[in-house]
């Protein structure tokens, strides 16, 4: 029977992770790892693919306050389920290309079936997985997890977009990649169908007893959002989100600084990314046993000050063709600190001691903040890439705003370690 159960587990986890990665593959991971090949088959500039996410992040910033509840009231089975569906159906339609106001329609779009279905159900399932003790190791295994799914796509995405490419890649025409991208984006939709439907038939929680236990009937209301807000760790917990997050939103230039900086090629350059994705399950897996081991807030100041670090190091522009050595050490150790900050972020919910009962509500108000670079980080980058494009110089401001909000994040994440510390001391 334990064996049994300990199976059952397993493939919880499993297709937890497939279904938390797979959802944001089309929005966000396929231009992370192809961002010029991406720009130049729309026809866009790094400003304008920044106004797409924006648009997404302004959706998503009212779907993270309603979606939160809405998890508290219906199965995460069904809702995920429904938002992978929804958010393949909408890669399909990325695959014919629409144009730049369709695009921004298009990204909203995405914006209500990732977050307002689909995030604050999958924050749940996570934590009624990791039950009481091992809220590192289940948060760790799924963003540890995400990342190797993430790194699976990227890499099929890589080998199809490379067997379209019948040439050298510096001899292809605009046209002749944007052909090639298609297929990897058609691909990438009907994967994300398939493990839609895996998560509406074997994503289920019978070996947890906390579903059932849990009142349903109270889920959405006023007295859940007043009780929440009453805890210190919830404020402190949007700040760093917000400052942890910017700092994600960054490793989606670093195939492009490979690009235009390291002066590698477009395939050379997606690789880069694609190698990166594959550190995320290491850091994942053994960031998560060490939090359960102590405390999942200071691991989350550790990547703050490695994120702070190496963002310094970008922004002062001594890494160039010349420094290959530096550039990969310093993107190796920004991806450690970046992925040990969001592999805890939600850990810290235990740890706080906020109720499992209202957990979708305290997720949903708690992104509303945190989650706000989905407006404006795209923006924010992608000014000052295109008003020095091409120029190393665009990428320094970039990284020198980045380590304003990890230094921020790093101050609000010492005072989580103290307060949480003293509730528990």
């Known amino acids: ?205 019978k070996t947890n007893d906390t579903v059932k236990t849990e009142p349903a009937k109270k889920t959405i209301t006023l007295d859940n959002f007043k009780l929440i807000i009453k805890y210190k760790s919830v404020w402190l917990l949007m700040i760093i989100i917000l400052c942890a997050y910017y700092g994600y939103k960054m490793t989606d230039l670093f195939s492009l600084y490979a690009e235009e900086v390291m002066l590698y090629n477009k395939i050379e350059a997606a690789t880069i990314g694609t190698y990166l994705l594959y550190m995320r399950p290491v850091i994942g897996v053994v960031i998560g046993l060490l939090a359960d081991r102590t405390r999942a807030s200071l691991w989350i100041i550790i990547g703050f000050l490695l994120m702070t670090l190496t963002s310094l190091i970008f922004a002062s522009g001594i890494i160039s063709d010349n420094t290959t050595l530096l550039f990969i050490l310093s993107i190796g150790t920004m991806a450690l600190g970046v992925y040990s900050a969001r592999v805890l972020y939600f850990a810290v919910l235990e740890e706080a001691k906020i109720p499992l009962a209202v957990t979708g509500t305290a997720v949903g108000f708690i992104s509303v903040v945190g989650y706000t670079p989905d407006i404006f980080a795209g923006l924010l980058y992608g000014y000052f890439l295109s008003a020095y494009e091409g120029l190393e110089i665009g990428h320094q401001i970039a990284f020198g705003i980045m380590a304003g909000f990890t230094l921020i994040g790093c101050i609000a994440s010492i005072m989580l370690y103290r307060h949480t510390k003293s509730k528990t001391g």
């Open 1 to 205: 029977m334990s064996t049994k159960k300990t199976r059952s587990t397993i493939f919880i986890i499993i297709l937890l992770i497939l279904a938390a990665e797979a959802v944001f593959i089309l929005p966000f991971v396929l231009q992370r790892i192809f961002r010029t090949t991406f720009l130049e088959s729309f026809g866009i500039s790094q400003f304008e693919i920044g106004s797409c996410f924006s648009a997404y992040g302004t959706v998503a910033l009212f779907s993270y306050l309603f979606g939160g509840p809405l998890a508290d009231k219906f199965r995460p089975h069904i809702l995920m389920s429904v938002a992978l569906m929804l958010t393949a159906l909408g890669g399909l339609y990325l695959a014919t290309y629409p144009s730049l106001g369709n695009l921004h329609i298009l990204y909203g779009f995405w914006g209500f079936t990732t977050i307002f279905l689909f995030w604050a159900a999958m924050i749940k399932a996570t934590r009624i997985w990791g039950g009481s003790n091992k809220q590192g190791i289940a948060f760790g295994f799924l963003d540890g997890g995400r990342g190797l799914v993430a790194a699976i796509f990227g890499s099929a995405g890589v080998l199809i977009f490379s067997l379209f490419i019948t040439k050298d890649i510096e001899l292809t025409s605009v046209a002749e990649r944007r052909e090639a991208f298609k297929h990897v984006i058609t691909y990438t939709s009907f994967a994300v169908m398939v493990i839609a439907l895996l998560v509406f038939f074997f994503l289920r929680f």
